[in-house]
T-cell receptor, first 112, second 115 residues
Framework: TQLLEQSPQFLSIQEGENLTVYCNSS?????LQWYRQEPGEGPVLLVT?????EVKKLKRLTFQFGDARKDSSLHITAAQPGDTGLYLC????????????FGTGTLLAVQP | DTGVSQDPRHKITKRGQNVTFRCDPI?????LYWYRQTLGQGPEFLTY????????KSRLLSDRFSAERPKGSFSTLEIQRTEQGDSAMYLC?????????????FGQGTRLTVV
């Protein structure tokens, strides 16, 4: 059972278009992170959201944490070819272990 | 400190051989994670350490896999009697905590190919 489900799994768009990636779970996160990964490299942290309802912006990227802290979204405005990559959400689940679990991933391809 | 480093970056091995990977975390980080990732998928949790203690192992980790962090600094992941299904990217990450949750920083990974 996958704790964090991302949608869509794959997205191919033209430069200049907008897109939204979703990350959903039935569990509550103590915090949630978004990473971007390029081929052959490790994931690179984009943002961490902690408070329910929180919205963070990073240039053309807008991240939102759901009020109940069970879901999150990533919106990219005017996508560019440099945005191409694998986008991953990840959550620290509370309790004794508090380990970092990743979502299923969204592979984004932005065509020039 | 330049971040999390993993060695080697690439490893090609014959089926049945043993391999060992090394991860050097960010020096002040007490938590160290190992993940396995196949192409286009999210990383799958394998195991993690707090200091030298191994806190949890995934059921994905068969008896052929073992990880150590003997002095609470670097860690090694060994795979014995490798199989073709072990071919994947093996990622290491480190973080501070607990209490609370903080960002995890990743190495560039070790790409394992079993032929």
């Amino acid at each position: 059972t996958q704790l964090l489900e991302q949608s869509p799994q794959f997205l191919s768009i033209q430069e200049g278009e907008n897109l939204t990636v979703y990350c959903n779970s039935s569990s509550v996160f103590s915090s949630l992170q978004w990473y971007r990964q390029e081929p052959g490299e490790g994931p690179v942290l984009l943002v961490t959201v902690v408070t329910g309802g929180e919205v963070k912006k990073l240039k053309r990227l807008t991240f939102q944490f759901g009020d109940a802290r069970k879901d999150s979204s990533l919106h990219i405005t005017a996508a560019q070819p440099g945005d191409t990559g694998l986008y991953l959400c990840a959550g620290f689940f509370g309790g004794a272990t508090n380990k970092l679990i990743f979502g299923t991933g969204t592979l984004l391809a932005v065509q020039p | 400190d330049t971040g999390v480093s993993q060695d080697p970056r690439h490893k090609i091995t014959k089926r049945g051989q043993n391999v060992t990977f090394r991860c050097d975390p960010i020096s002040e980080h007490n938590r160290l994670y190992w993940y396995r990732q196949t192409l286009g998928q999210g990383p799958e949790f394998l195991t993690y350490f707090q200091n030298e203690a191994q806190l949890e192992k995934s059921r994905l980790l068969s008896d052929r896999f073992s990880a150590e962090r003997p002095k609470g600094s670097f860690s090694t992941l060994e795979i014995q009697r490798t199989e073709q299904g072990d071919s994947a990217m093996y990622l290491c990450a480190s973080s501070l905590g607990p209490p609370g949750s903080t960002e995890a920083f990743f190495g560039q990974g070790t790409r394992l190919t079993v032929v």
